[in-house]
């Protein structure tokens, strides 16, 4: 069986002491950002570095909210400072590499999940820029040019940070949540193992000081790297495609599509966003289009009027051939999905606010009869998965042909 694993680096793939590596690192960008007292410089990344912890919305990258913290704070613009900071990461940042030791048992292990075809997914927080990354992946021995992971977290395309759950399904959004079940592996309990399992992911726990918790997911198991593999191979034969349907769940789903489509589009042209795979399929700005359609005119008044306390009588609404009757495939891709990304920030902040009671909300469907509004939010994120899903698939077909 082939598995999506989402796996993390520092002291899971990388032997790396998270406290020295850090106040390291900053003690070098603050002596070589030296126009600025290097407690200056720490300060403002510390701001930039929160704000992208707490970040729970779908709109803008983990980098464009740093971007607007740390730069006005020190008072000079980014395009101004780039070049520099490019040098740091390509001089300067080699340099903490003394202070990290590979793990034989990481490529042991990583060696193993790509024998087995599994998609490999490195799920490490991003916070760091991509190039930080791709050097402690070497560090490892686990370098990119010899390992093709599927993705890769960092702050310049993800949205959200651990210990969010939205990190996790905008991970598993961005691999199109192909059919197959997925597994999280990683050192740390609140960051790692207790968000996969708010996802209904099966997590194992290195190293993990303490029995694991009640309430994770059944299958969840902990001990040291090594005990992975015949934890994965235990798997096999156990676990399936799940769907949970809490309000955590349903949540972290909805923030993560729009910020995935983002990512997913992020490189195509006017010509693409245009192209559909075959004469059945939807192009990319007709899925945008029809998704913020489905929320601006479906989903968004109809949790409105559920949240309400109306217990109101919802028509059903066929909204596929919008496609046609309103001419998607000629829009602006980027603009509808922009709207989307709007009305959707809308549609998951009313849920946020809902207390339990909130969620129970009931309503009567003219085609699922009485149902609730946790229902009805469910069934959204079965949507988005499916147009997700479409997405990927068109892009890559269409890479394909090409």
Known sequence: MTLSILIDLDNTLLINDSDRFIQAYLKKLGGYLSKWPPEK????LMAGTRQMIVKDAPAETLEQVF????YPGLGIAKSALHDRIDV???EVFPELRELTRPDPEAQ???NYLFQKNHSVVIATNPLYPRTAILQRLAWAGLPVERYPFKLIGSYETFHFSKPNPAYLAEALSRLGWIDQPAVMIGDNLQEDIIPATKLGLPAFWVNGATPLPQGLHPLTSQGKLADVIPWLERLENEISETQVSTPVYINSVLKSTPAAFEALTLNLSEAQWRERSN???????EIACHLRDADTEVNLPRLKTISAGENPFLPGIVTDVWAVERGYINQNGPAALAAFVAVRTELVKLLGNLDAEGWKMPARHAIFGPTQLIELAGFITTHDRTHIHQLYDTIKRNETIK
Request: proline share 0%; glycine share 0%.
């Open 41 to 44: 410089v720490i300060s403002e």
């Open 67 to 70: 971007d607007k913290v740390f």
């Open 88 to 90: 740091f990461y390509r």
């Open 108 to 110: 042991r292990l990583v």
């Open 279 to 285: 004469e059945n399929e939807w192009a990319a700005n």
